[in-house]
């Protein structure tokens, strides 16, 4: 009686975060595209009358010289910068403050953030803070953001995240190694540019995890119950290019058209996921990061097989329909065996790429506790098609865990 009254709440709730991401304004960044798009953005800064921007990098990009080159773009079309590049993965809010302090000192009128997910969820947050007077731990959480922020334009050099169209950045707390969301439609950056020159250094290992982020952001915002007919164009568009490219991209990562489509295939399945969320894949991958700082690309890639066997009978459905549009059955197959194929065809990408299918350092002392801090961000944040129960979720994450030696 109790689960089927929670059952209903849950559906209802969720029900409420499908009205509000279809009533809440979401925009969507203006995205320049290939071999120019960093000088087009540069140039679109510059036309909108910002003097002097910020910015927000990691020592990684500064080595490979992004950050000087920006830096130069910039000033070819008058437009003044200053650098804060000690960004790590996970910012924390010190991170944060430490951009901000910058930011103010230069009397700087935008944000730039060139670099993967971290110096892009950093950049958003400082922008955030830029024009909201209280401190950065008060915009934690849903609509904290009460003013627009500080313009905001991303370069991503990674393709996953997705964070440059989305209306959540990740700040951690360094305390209790919590990850704290700070999710608002105003969040969304004013542009992005997807150059893939930037892109080529990315080794093959980064290149595989987080292509299979993006992967996991498309599937589980198609089989989402919040789904709609936009955020299924956007997750077919990203999920076909991911089949079309990731291997490329893996194998030869000098190919600038892999880089790029993969780019693209990025930024479709961050429109996807930012309306129509994710599931189980992404509770069970947050959390093995916070026990065992295990890669969030890597932890997707690993879970998501299981997760859809979990999820198989209540979306089959759509999981047939992923398997049609990836050519890897016919018509006359049943919907079973198609999404079966789905997850087939997950594993079979998973070696290609060279990605482990299991987890040795999981340890079973731990799997109750996974479970269950799994469960609770899943349970009022995704709207997922099959509810996971306890006992369950430890059985799955005991098969992550189990050596296939
Ligand atoms: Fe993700």
């Known amino acids: 009686m109790e689960q089927k009254l929670y059952y209903w709440l849950h559906r209802l709730y969720m029900l409420g975060l499908k009205i509000a991401a279809k009533v809440l304004p979401i925009s969507k960044p203006t995205l320049f595209i290939g071999k120019d798009a960093l000088k087009q953005l540069c140039h679109s800064v510059s036309i909108m009358g910002i003097d002097k921007v910020l910015i927000v990098t990691d020592q990684g990009i500064v080595k490979l010289g992004f950050a000087k080159k920006l830096a130069f773009e910039f000033e070819r079309v008058g437009v003044h910068s200053a650098i804060y590049s000690d960004v790590l993965p996970d910012p924390t809010y010190d991170q944060v403050e430490a951009g901000l302090a910058i930011y103010r000192e230069q009397q700087c009128q935008g944000v730039v953030a060139i670099g993967g997910g971290s110096p892009i969820d950093c950049a958003k947050v400082i922008a955030a803070g830029a024009t909201n007077n209280k401190p950065v731990r008060r915009l934690v ?5 009460w003013k627009s ?7 991503p050099t990674t393709s996953g995240t997705g964070s440059e169209v989305t209306v959540a950045a990740v700040v951690s707390d360094p305390k209790t190694h919590q990850k704290t969301p700070v999710m608002d439609p105003k969040l ?6 997807l150059d893939p020159s930037l892109m080529l250094a990315l080794p093959a290992p980064i290149t595989a995890q987080t292509g299979m982020d993006a992967l996991t952001h498309a599937i589980e915002a198609y089989i989402s119950c919040n ?3 936009e955020t299924d164009r956007y997750a077919l568009a990203a999920i076909t290019l991911i089949d079309e490219n990731l291997e ?6 000098q190919n600038a058209t892999a ?3 993969m780019a693209l295939a990025s930024y479709y399945a961050g429109l ?4 129509a969320s994710l599931g189980y894949v992404h509770a069970i991958a947050h959390t093995l990061g916070a026990k065992y700082g295990t890669p ?3 932890a997707n890639a690993v879970v998501l097989p299981h997760v859809l066997e979990f999820s198989k009978c209540a979306a089959e459905a759509n999981m047939a329909k992923l398997s049609t549009a990836l050519n890897l059955t016919n018509q006359y197959t049943p919907d079973r065996e198609k999404a079966q194929a789905l997850i087939e065809y997950v594993k079979t990408l998973q070696k290609t790429l060279d990605l482990p299918s299991h987890f040795e350092h999981i340890r079973h002392e731990h799997v109750n506790e996974l479970a269950r801090q799994s469960l609770h961000e899943a349970r009022w944040n995704y709207p997922v098609p099959r509810y996971m129960e306890q006992e369950q979720c430890e059985k799955l994450i005991l098969a992550i865990a189990a050596s296939t030696k």
Do not use: S
């Not at 969304?188 to 540019?193: C, G, K, L, W, Y």
């Not at 490329?248 to 990562?253: D, E, L, R, Y």
């Open 141 to 145: 959480g849903l609509l904290k953001v």
């Open 149 to 155: 922020p500080a313009p905001t334009f991303v370069i």
């Open 188 to 193: 969304v950056p004013i542009a992005a540019a």
């Open 227 to 229: 789904a709609t007919a």
């Open 248 to 253: 490329k991209a893996v194998k030869f990562g």
């Open 259 to 261: 880089r790029q489509n």
């Open 272 to 275: 996807a996921f930012t309306k």
């Open 296 to 298: 969030h690309g890597l």
